[in-house]
């Protein structure tokens, strides 16, 4: 059975985020997507490199993005992150030491 998925985000708001971190460069958080077929990238561990590999992919179908903050001194807070996420418009769901961008949901 196929589920339905209601969009919440769209390429403006990917391209934001993807802008936004890239500047912030290695103070930028962590990152992985899952895809709406389910693919994750990476498929291990996370992905710290905004400028190049966060466009490799189709924004059109990042079914949500996790992003984790650096734990070196440098690195954006979850606090910023989650900061950044809500400036852009993006639906979050903050947890412990992560926030995840929500760019569909399944119903």
Same mark, same amino acid.
């Given at each position: 059975? $196929?589920?339905?998925?209601?969009?919440?985000? $769209? $390429?403006?708001? #990917?391209?934001? =985020?993807?802008?936004?971190?890239?500047? !912030?460069? *290695? @103070?930028?958080? !962590?990152?992985?997507?899952?895809?709406? $077929?389910?693919?994750? !990238?990476?498929?291990?561990? #996370?992905?710290?490199?905004?400028?190049? &590999?966060?466009? =490799?992919? %189709? &924004?059109?179908?990042? %079914? #949500?993005?996790?992003? *984790?903050?650096?734990?070196?001194? /440098?690195?954006?807070?979850? /606090? %910023?992150?989650?900061?950044?996420? @809500? &400036?852009?418009?993006?639906?979050?769901?903050?947890?412990?030491?992560?926030? @995840?961008?929500?760019?569909?949901? @399944?119903?």
């Amino acid at each position: 059975m $196929n589920q339905q998925l209601v969009g919440f985000a $769209n $390429n403006t708001k #990917w391209n934001e =985020l993807q802008k936004i971190m890239s500047g !912030y460069g *290695q @103070r930028a958080p !962590y990152w992985k997507t899952q895809a709406t $077929n389910g693919f994750v !990238y990476p498929p291990d561990g #996370w992905d710290g490199d905004w400028t190049y &590999h966060f466009r =490799l992919g %189709e &924004h059109k179908f990042i %079914e #949500w993005c996790k992003m *984790q903050p650096r734990t070196e001194d /440098a690195g954006l807070t979850l /606090a %910023e992150v989650v900061e950044i996420c @809500r &400036h852009i418009g993006f639906e979050i769901e903050v947890y412990e030491t992560s926030v @995840r961008v929500i760019g569909y949901r @399944r119903l």
